[in-house]
């Protein structure tokens, strides 16, 4: 078990767990995109810790690219309100684009990012979240082909997540004390 943080109130997923989590996910991947033209994109920043374990776990042909949308700044309540602050490099035209995301919540984000890049006529369209907050019987606003787990309808940090930019390098998942936020 990892030393933890002391701002972290319990361990969701640990090292182990999480590699688990994402070997899955880089097979499944693996099988479903043999012979297609993979594209990964990544919406930073909170996605990059995922992806760099993730397109390591896909044994086939691939290209990563990434885009930044604000939606949540620096408070545990989504705003609703999504924003992109880095476009992508690539043309996605006639390619196989994976998203690749960090945690789903009510999927706003993720509607709105597909929305946007269904537009620009790729081959295929789907999602990879490491984790989903599918909790207490609400839908979320898009439905990910790919999941690592589900998870509680807590605040977690670690593994790339953040609260005010902090604890993205924590090697797990944690569900954060909420007297910090609060
Ligand atoms: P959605 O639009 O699906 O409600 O929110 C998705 C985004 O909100 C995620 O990509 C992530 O950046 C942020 N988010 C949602 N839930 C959490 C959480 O529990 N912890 C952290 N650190 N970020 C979250
Ligand atoms: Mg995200
Ligand atoms: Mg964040």
Known sequence: MNKEHPDVDAVLFDKRDIESMVKRMGEQISRDYAGKDLVLIAVLRGAVVFMGDLMRQISVPLAIDFMAVSSYGDKAKSSGVVRIVKDLEMDIK????LIVEDIL?????????MKNLASRKPASLEVATFLWKDIDGK????????????CPNAFVVGYGLDF???YRNLPYVGI?????YA
Do not use: F, M, W
Not at 94 to 97: E, I
Not at 139 to 150: D, I, L, T
């Open 94 to 97: 006639d390619r196989d684009v």
């Open 139 to 150: 839908q979320a606003a898009v439905n990910p082909r790919y999941v690592g787990s589900h």
């Open 176 to 180: 954060l004390k909420s007297e910090v």
């Open 164 to 166: 005010a930019e902090r």
């Open 105 to 113: 919540d009510s999927g706003l984000t993720l509607k709105y990012l």
